[in-house]
């Protein structure tokens, strides 16, 4: 019964900051740039899309996204109203951010164990934020590099709750390294999606000898410092993971830009 209770609290919490719609009216730009989305049929539709996040909330753009189809524009009209949608309606889209940078993104069936099991503001905050990334499984992935390895880039998803100022203040600072320490997954050639590391990079550029020969002769900057520092227990200590995951976008620029745009 209590777990019962207790998945019920979690549902409603997690609804309450996920299912919130962005009515804001949006007014059309002399130099509008358009994108695009891909429903669950593989039917591409031009418009204006838009971001529902921000760099203070990068994840929301896991869940859904802003989009007006062009056929629905009204230029008569000086503001127009976007639809929400979300990767229960949609395969992919192509939006812009507030720079005007185009940014992909793709459903992807994938767990953020990682996130789950790191419950670094424990108690009930913790509990709730393991519950927020163990069952996001279908999720807008952004697409960071496409080719043989295709690389996405996916947050975590922050506690919900806190509880006294302390859990508060524990909660912040854990919201606040999940936005700057976001997953990097792949595939390559389709393959199960897996976490991007150090070790994982070697092992899939392996088959490329040109790859190979740079590594070994230390030609890649991201991959100079690969030292497995390990504490007395043997496990990698919070910081050193840190430090490790600090140079996986440097090894997607290097090392698996190099691979796709080299080996075959």
């Known amino acids: 019964m209590k777990k019962v209770l207790l998945f019920g609290l979690f549902s409603l919490m997690t609804s309450s900051v996920y299912a919130q719609e962005e009515n804001t009216d949006y007014e059309l730009k002399a130099d509008e740039k358009y994108g695009y989305v891909i429903d669950k049929n593989g039917k591409k539709i031009e418009g204006i899309v838009r971001l529902a996040g921000s760099d203070m909330s990068p994840w929301v753009n896991q869940k859904k996204v802003k989009f007006i189809a062009t056929a629905d524009i009204d230029k008569s009209k000086k503001k127009q109203k976007f639809k929400t949608m979300d990767s229960d309606d949609l395969k992919e889209y192509v939006a812009y951010d507030d720079s005007n940078n185009e940014r992909h993104f793709e459903v992807v069936k ?6 789950g099991f790191n419950t670094a503001t424990g108690g009930l905050s913790g509990n709730i934020k393991a519950f927020n990334n163990l069952t996001k499984s279908n999720q807008f992935a ?7 390895i295709k690389v996405y880039k996916l947050y975590g998803y922050p506690t919900t709750f806190s509880a006294g100022q302390s859990q508060i203040d524990k909660a912040d600072q854990e919201t606040e390294r999940m936005r700057k320490n976001p997953s990097f997954i792949y595939t390559k050639k389709g393959s199960k999606l897996k976490e991007l590391d150090l070790k994982e990079s070697k092992i899939i550029t392996a088959d490329c000898s040109y790859v190979k020969g740079k590594i070994a002769s230390g030609s890649y900057a991201s991959l100079k410092n690969d030292e497995k520092k ?3 227990l043997g496990r990698l200590i919070k910081s050193q993971i840190d430090d490790v995951m600090s140079n996986v976008p440097q090894i997607v620029d290097e090392v698996i830009l190099d691979y796709n745009e080299n080996c075959k």
């Open 142 to 148: 952004e697409v960071v590099t496409d080719g043989k």
């Open 110 to 115: 994938y767990t953020n164990t990682k996130e």
């Open 230 to 232: 390990r504490s007395g």
